[in-house]
């Protein structure tokens, strides 16, 4: 009995004195994770007609209160399967805290430049890593819409703040283009 008093007394102290980023969750391989996955509620497009160039997607995520580590960066890359290669302007996306357009997010510039990237692929990196409880909105700016009518699948993969964050993939969604 004294031993697990002195042992709900530890643990105590040290979530109180201990800050979050010295409880992160590592790997055997020294890799920063997520505790509970971050999730995708919605992705949407401002227009479904091919080539429009007065296109926006929106993707919007939720970091669970129980995520264990804050959101640094959101990897979304389009599926092979897709019939045209989207184009993304890395200059063009932004992001917002929670599901409007009320308190637009600082994204810190990429080191990659945009002819360096694969099509079809962004990365958007957070200036201020996003806590848990949260939910935040990206909007991506593609180029134009792609030239053909089809189904374009968007794979995400969220990536915890840490030193070494391992990449979690939180599965695709779908956006469909027609003529």
């Known amino acids: 009995m004294l031993i697990k008093q002195l042992f709900t007394i530890s643990t105590i102290l040290l979530t109180t004195f ?3 980023s010295a409880l992160a969750l590592k790997t055997n391989h020294g890799q920063t994770i997520f505790k509970v996955s971050p999730k995708i509620l919605d992705i949407s497009t ?3 007609k091919v080539r429009s ?4 997607y929106h993707l919007i995520l939720e970091i669970p209160a129980n995520a264990g580590e804050p959101l640094q960066a959101i990897k979304i890359k389009q599926r092979k399967n897709s019939p045209d290669d989207i184009i993304f302007d890395q200059n063009q996306t932004r992001a917002f805290l929670g599901n409007s357009h009320q308190q ?3 994204l810190s510039p990429t080191a990659m430049k945009e002819k360096e990237m694969s099509p079809g692929e962004i990365t958007v990196i957070f200036a201020q890593p996003l806590p848990p409880g949260n939910l935040v ?4 700016k593609p180029k134009n819409n792609p030239r053909f009518s089809g189904t374009y699948q968007l794979g995400v993969t969220a990536y915890p703040q840490g030193e070494n964050p391992q990449g979690l993939y939180l599965g695709s969604r779908r956006i469909n283009i027609i003529k």
Do not use: G
């Open 53 to 56: 160039p007065i296109v926006k």
């Open 104 to 106: 637009e997010l600082t």
């Open 18 to 20: 201990i800050p979050v």
């Open 137 to 140: 909105t990206i909007e991506l």
């Open 46 to 48: 401002t227009s479904t």
